[in-house]
Each structure stands twice: as structure tokens, then as C-alpha cells.
């Protein structure tokens, strides 16, 4: 006879601390451990070429944890996310050439700007839903960028602005190997805290608000506060990701904002999992990760088959329709996300070999 202890599974949750603690199990705190300890050890090991993909999934990534807190958690939809994120780049960029604020202090105060500003456009959250509320963030996205082009005060117009490097007690951090070490903190920082947020009161708010608005309304959830809300939090890691991105760049342009990128970040919370902190970034690296093995692909088709002019001109497009062939393909199959599959191999081996 086996005894149940050696095989831990099921519920056991005793008391409301229990269920909204941040790490289920000693293992998976371990294991997040192990994660960032592993990250930090990256920049000793890997060439340029993967820290700037490393570097690419973690500004991503914060911009991409505010959508879904929005869309995956709170059930508002928004398609103007790229506009923010490009605010939040220029007014880090602005605050750091007009007022001499040092960048690292600039980063969060751009995320402060943003959310000012996710405020002001989340206004109508409290009244619109569904396609409605498409359409009014579907204007939010060709506003700010309209705003971009003509503000030359704020963006530098179309000239774009400079952004300053980072610097840390004097030292001025460049190459990839020190933005990789600023990337994460900020990547830690935020995640944690969205991590915290939705297992607050606040946050199974917003949860409420998405599964079924009249009833947490009966509950006395006030729809429009958290709808609002969760527009200004969304707005403020956009704000903080975009900052990062520009800082990185060393140049913003509105050009770099548009509403395409607006749809890969909903690819992202997409083909991660809605509502889902880990689904994000494992969503953003998918995404980051699928136009490198694209462009791979392609140039391994080029050096077996040689060199065809025409899969060379179409790569840029190739790219763009195995962006939205994968959403479409998740969709269909794993609507639930890659973190959803991730479940199911743990359970899997979790239950081993009881796993039928």
C-alpha cells in the first residue's frame, strides 16, 4: 500500500492566506530562485546577439504584463497599447533632456506620466464594453500618435528625440551586458508586483469584473473605479517598458509605435495566457523569439536550396504572416495559452505514472 504523503497533490488549503499566496509550493519559489539567479549569471556566457534578444523580451514583457492585467484580468480591451508604451519612451527621454533627471529616476516618472495619461483615456472604460470600447482605444492609438508627429516640444517632432544612457552612482552603463542587469531588476520589480497585485483585494476585483460585471456589481465592486483602474496600471508598466526601450535604443521615433505593434502585444497575452503573469513572459519570448527562427529558417532554405530572390524580398512578410498565423493557430488549438500547456506537462509528471 502506498502511503498518500508520498504523493502530494490535490488541495489543501486551509485558510485565505493559503490560497493567495505568491508561490503555491516551496518548489516553484525555488525554481523562480533558480530563474533569476541563472539570468544574472547570462551576461558571462552569452554574446551580444542573445542578451539583445534577452534584453528585447524583458521591455516587451512589462509592457505586455499591463495588457493582460487590463484584458486578461479585468476583460477590458484595449488596441492603443503600443501608443502608450511609445509615450511612456518619449516622456523618459523628455524628462532626462529638459529637466536633467537622471534616467534611472526618469523610468518610473515616465510610468507615472503614462498613467496620468491611461486615466484620462480609460474615462470611457466606465461606460463602454465589447466593441465599443475597441473602437474608442482604436482611437487612443492614431491620437497619440497624431500627438508624436506634431508635438516638438515633447517627441522632437519628426526627428524623433535622443535618449541619455543610464547612469549608476557616475557610471554610465553601456552595451548590452549592463542594460541586461537594468532590464531585469526593473523586469524582477514589476512582475512581482503585478504578481502581488492579483492576489489582492484589488486584483480578484478586476477578476471579478471580467467573469460576470453585474454580479460583482450586486457585490458592491464599483465598475467604473476598477475600470479605470486597471487602464492606469496597464498604462504605467506600458509607460516603464517603454521607457526602457527607448533608453536602450538611444533614439525614439513615433514611427517605431504603430498599430501593429498594438496587435503583437495582444499576441503576446494571446499565445502566453490570458490572465496569466508567467503566460506573459512566456508569450513575449515567443514573440520575440519566432521572426529570429523565421529569419533562420529561411536562410537555412538559402544555403540548401541557394539564393532565391524572391524568399529573400518576401522575408519581411513572412515574418509578419507567421506573427499572425501562430495567433490565429493558438487560437484555434491552445486558447488557453502556452501556459496552460505548461500545466498539463507538470500535472503530467506531478502524478507520474498515475497520470491517466
Keep these: 500500500m502506498i502511503s498518500s504523503s508520498l504523493i502530494p497533490c490535490g488541495q489543501f488549503k486551509t485558510s485565505y492566506a493559503a490560497d493567495t499566496t505568491l508561490f503555491l509550493t516551496p518548489a516553484s519559489r525555488n525554481w523562480c530562485i533558480f530563474g533569476v539567479v541563472l539570468a544574472l549569471a547570462a551576461p558571462l556566457v552569452a554574446s551580444n546577439y542573445l542578451l539583445a534578444i534577452l534584453i528585447q523580451i524583458g521591455y516587451y514583457g512589462i509592457a505586455a504584463l499591463g495588457l493582460n492585467i487590463l484584458v486578461g484580468s479585468t476583460g477590458q480591451i484595449s488596441l492603443g497599447h503600443a501608443a502608450f508604451f511609445g509615450f511612456g519612451a518619449f516622456a523618459s527621454a523628455w524628462l532626462n533632456n529638459s529637466f536633467g533627471v537622471p534616467v534611472l529616476l526618469a523610468i518610473p516618472l515616465a510610468g507615472v506620466m503614462t498613467t496620468a495619461l491611461g486615466l484620462l483615456f480609460g474615462i470611457p472604460a466606465g461606460r463602454l464594453k465589447g ?11 492614431f491620437i497619440l500618435e497624431d500627438f508624436f508627429s506634431r508635438a516638438n516640444w515633447f517627441t522632437g ?18 552595451g548590452d551586458k549592463g542594460f541586461f542587469y537594468v532590464v531585469l531588476f526593473f523586469l524582477v520589480v514589476m512582475y512581482l508586483l503585478g504578481a502581488n497585485l492579483l492576489r489582492t483585494r484589488d486584483g480578484r476585483a478586476f477578476v471579478a469584473v471580467r467573469d ?24 504605467f508598466y506600458a509607460g516603464v517598458g517603454g521607457a526602457l526601450y527607448g533608453h536602450y535604443l538611444g533614439y525614439v521615433s513615433a514611427e517605431g509605435f504603430t498599430i501593429l505593434l498594438s496587435i503583437q502585444f495582444l499576441g503576446m497575452i494571446i499565445i502566453g495566457g490570458m490572465g496569466s503573469v508567467m503566460g506573459t513572459l512566456m508569450g513575449t519570448a515567443f514573440m520575440v523569439l519566432l521572426p529570429e527562427a523565421t529569419e533562420a529558417t529561411v536562410s537555412t532554405i538559402k544555403h540548401v536550396a541557394g539564393d532565391i530572390p524572391a524568399l529573400t524580398s518576401a522575408l519581411a512578410y513572412i515574418k509578419e504572416a507567421a506573427i499572425g498565423l501562430a495567433i490565429v493557430l493558438f487560437l484555434m488549438f491552445e486558447p488557453d495559452g502556452l501556459v496552460h500547456r505548461w500545466r498539463l506537462i507538470k500535472s503530467y509528471w506531478k502524478l507520474y505514472p498515475f497520470s491517466y
Design 157 to 174: 517632432g519628426s526627428s524623433g528625440a535622443m535618449a541619455g544612457p543610464i547612469n549608476v552612482f557616475g557610471y554610465e552603463v553601456s
Design 131 to 141: 466593441l465599443y470600447l475597441a473602437i474608442a482605444t482604436f482611437a487612443s492609438q
Design 212 to 235: 460576470h460585471y453585474l454580479s460583482a456589481e450586486v457585490m458592491g465592486i464599483n465598475l467604473t473605479k476598477y475600470r479605470i483602474l486597471s487602464f492606469g496600471i496597464s498604462s
